[in-house]
Nanobody, 119 residues
Framework: QVQLVESGGGLVQPGGSLRLSCAAS????????MGWYRQAPGKEREWVAF???????NYADSVKGRFTISRDNAKNTVYLQMNSLKPEDTAVYYC?????????????WGQGTQVTVSS
C-alpha cells in the first residue's frame, strides 16, 4: 500500500513561481521513478516531468527551462519548482510513483493539487 500526498498548489500571477511537493509513504521499493502529470479542464492528463532515484530527469517540451524536478530519496519526496508560470500551466497537478514490484511495474497516484495561473 502506497500513499502519495501532494501540497503546494495555489493561485499565482503569470510570471510567478510555485513549488509543489509530493511525499510518498508505505511500500516504497528501490527501483522507482517519480513524476508529475497535469490535467487541465476538458483535456487529457499529460506528463510534465520525471526523475529516477539516481537523479536523471526528463521534461515535457512545454515546461523545459521553466520547471525543475528534484527528489529527496531519504524522505521519499519529489518536488516540482515551477517558474515563469503561464496561464496555460493552469491544471490539477498529480504526482505518480512508478516502481518495480513482484516482477512488474506498478503505478500509484496522488490526489492532485490545483495550480491556477491568473491575473
Amino acid at each position: 500500500q502506497v500513499q502519495l500526498v501532494e501540497s503546494g498548489g495555489g493561485l499565482v500571477q503569470p510570471g510567478g513561481s510555485l513549488r509543489l511537493s509530493c511525499a510518498a509513504s508505505g511500500s516504497i521499493f528501490t527501483i522507482n521513478t517519480m513524476g508529475w502529470y497535469r490535467q487541465a479542464p476538458g483535456k487529457e492528463r499529460e506528463w510534465v516531468a520525471f526523475i529516477n532515484r539516481s537523479g536523471s530527469t526528463n521534461y515535457a517540451d512545454s515546461v523545459k527551462g521553466r520547471f525543475t524536478i528534484s527528489r529527496d530519496n531519504a524522505k521519499n519526496t519529489v518536488y516540482l519548482q515551477m517558474n515563469s508560470l503561464k496561464p496555460e500551466d493552469t491544471a490539477v497537478y498529480y504526482c505518480k510513483l512508478h516502481q518495480w514490484y513482484s516482477g512488474r511495474w506498478v503505478d500509484d497516484w496522488g490526489q492532485g493539487t490545483q495550480v491556477t495561473v491568473s491575473s
